[in-house]
């Protein structure tokens, strides 16, 4: 078991910033890719950024279109955490920010990822 919880998130004016934290709990975190997803009133929850385990070999980012440029995802695996940069933060961004953990598969996709925090929202106002 995983147990993740997110913090970070409030009500920021657009333009502005956010860093949302992730912390993780139990079993190796090292050993999962993290991932970052968003859920809009009415909207399905949707990608916005992941990153892999980080083993032999320098850790892979993926992001959505709608962020790149944006927002930076990243982790620490001393503290067991993983964090989201999120700049030039626009209205249309306004949602309850999950983070997931996974053992693999497509870093895309909400069905890959086996345990998820309860969320923090993140409103930006226009």
């Known amino acids: 078991q995983v147990q993740l919880v997110e913090s970070g998130g409030g009500l920021v004016q657009a333009g502005g910033s956010l860093r949302l934290s992730c912390a993780a709990s139990?079993?190796?975190?090292?050993?999962?890719?993290m991932g970052w997803f968003r859920q809009a009133p009415g909207k399905e929850r949707e990608f916005v950024a992941a990153?892999?385990?980080?083993?032999?070999?320098?850790?892979?980012?993926e992001y959505a279109d709608s962020v790149k440029g944006r927002f930076t995802i990243s982790r620490d695996n001393a503290k067991n955490m993983a964090y989201l940069q999120m700049n030039s933060l626009k209205p249309e961004d306004t949602a309850v920010y999950y983070c997931?953990?996974?053992?693999?598969?497509?870093?895309?996709?909400?069905?890959?990822?086996?345990?998820w925090g309860p969320g923090t929202q993140v409103t930006v106002s226009a």
């Open positions: 997931a953990a996974a053992r693999g598969g497509r870093l895309t996709r909400v069905g890959e990822y086996d345990y």
């Open positions: 139990g079993r190796t975190f090292s050993n999962y890719n």
């Open positions: 990153i892999t385990w980080s083993g032999i070999i320098a850790p892979h980012t």
